[in-house]
């Protein structure tokens, strides 16, 4: 399998192209920042330089020819301001797809945020509000494409922690328990072998089912 990984320099991005790299996949990962090649590269990755912001679909197409699937693991990051929240975190996940119909490629999927389809808590302040809106104006960009094979996946509050390898994984809203990214990254590999679960929006919280079950689970049509 090739999967080329949007927002190639984060956190989770780096686990998934580990995980598929070393179990034989082809991994392309896209960075803005040429400083970061080498940390995509150590994963067993290749790395593209090409910023999401300033790039039209035609510019990222090149890099996802002969992709089975694409991620969008990108984002605007801490510290960053509202307006940046459109321009990566919806804006940019727009690009990727549209990018992705140029070069043939069907397979997305979207990591995104638990908690988007409740009113954003203003007392957090305006990024927040932006973040929230921004995830779930993605969401909905996405969703309504007939030209994607779209899985959203939304975990709740992410951790460093190393992983345990059991989530709880749903296609309807669960109980907010925090999640590492090792176990993320996993289950977006999991889910890139899972074509069944194209179609589906994820609630991916921390649990007690093994990864593998889960992602079976909610192809067939179950929660866990």
Request: aromatic share 2%; hydrophobic share 50%; glycine share 10%.
């Amino acid at each position: 399998m090739r999967t080329v990984i949007a927002g190639g320099h984060g956190k989770i991005a780096l686990r998934l192209a580990t995980l598929l790299a070393n179990q034989g996949h082809e991994v392309v990962g896209v960075v803005r920042n040429p400083d970061h090649v080498a940390d995509v590269e150590q994963t067993g990755a290749k790395a593209v330089v090409l910023d999401l912001e300033k790039s039209a679909a035609a510019d990222l197409a090149p890099a996802l020819k002969d992709a089975d699937a694409v991620v969008f693991a990108a984002g605007a990051g801490p510290g960053s301001t509202a307006e940046r929240k459109y321009t990566v975190d919806r804006a940019a996940a727009v690009l990727l797809a549209d990018a992705a119909a140029l070069a043939g490629v069907r397979r997305y999927l979207l990591v995104s945020a638990t908690g988007v389809d409740a009113e954003p808590d203003a007392s957090r302040g305006e990024i927040w509000v932006a973040y929230v809106a921004a995830k779930k104006a993605a969401e909905d960009a996405l969703r309504g494409r007939a030209d994607l094979d779209l899985t959203i996946l939304r975990p709740g509050t992410l951790t460093d922690d190393p992983g345990v390898g059991k989530v709880a994984l749903s296609t309807s809203a669960i109980p907010r328990v925090d999640v590492t990214r090792d176990d993320t990254a996993a289950v977006l590999a999991a889910l890139l072998e899972a074509p069944g679960t194209a179609g589906l929006t994820l609630e991916l919280m921390g649990g007690d089912d093994d990864i593998v079950g889960a992602v079976a689970s909610v192809r067939g049509g179950g929660t866990r």
